[in-house]
């Protein structure tokens, strides 16, 4: 589950970190307030019913710093369902993480990811983590791509989708706008698209 914006991007839907400041993204925050009520209940139960959550790097740690440790996030229902869930990380770079109960996937982490599908009988959820989603879409992983889009375009910032990435077709599970206009689109991956031949000239 990921919110994005009209134009792709994901980046900075909060408050951008001074990591992602550093380099020149300027127009952090523009998911904050746009939900309607049932989009946000939505979102709760959508975490609650997780077996476990996997993350990248970044968005772990910023996980961490506000789910993990801030009173009012943390007795929060989607705070309560986050710090009880096993969690995991895909990272190379991460040596200690704290926030648990907590596994560091290094090494081949989409091999590791394969494997924690095999033995995991419930529902893995992957949040933000754009750089990691990319990776899983790239190698089948992804079962169910949940995407909130805000009607804002931002003109900058990661997109979800890159621009020579992977091609799918996507089976809509579920589509409807919320009251604030935002699009809640459910989707499974559904093979390749069909493409047509260009049209003799």
Known sequence: MTQITVDGVMQ???????????????????????????????????????????????????????????????????????????????SSTLERPSWGPVTLLSGDPISAIWELKKSSPGEIQVHGSAILIRSLFASGLIDEMTLLVVPVVLGQGMRLFPSDGPDATLEVIRSHTDAKGVGVHVYRPAGIPEYHPARPH
Do not use: C
């Open 12 to 90: 900075g839907n909060g408050h951008a970190t001074p990591e992602e400041l550093e380099g020149g993204f300027t127009r952090d925050g523009w998911a904050l307030g746009a939900f309607a009520d049932d989009t946000g209940e939505m979102i709760t139960k959508t975490y609650q019913r997780a077996d476990a959550f996997l993350f990248g790097r970044r968005t772990y740690e910023m996980f961490a710093e506000t789910w993990g440790t801030r009173p009012e996030m943390r007795s929060h229902p989607i705070g309560v369902a986050l710090n009880q869930a096993q969690k995991y990380v895909a």
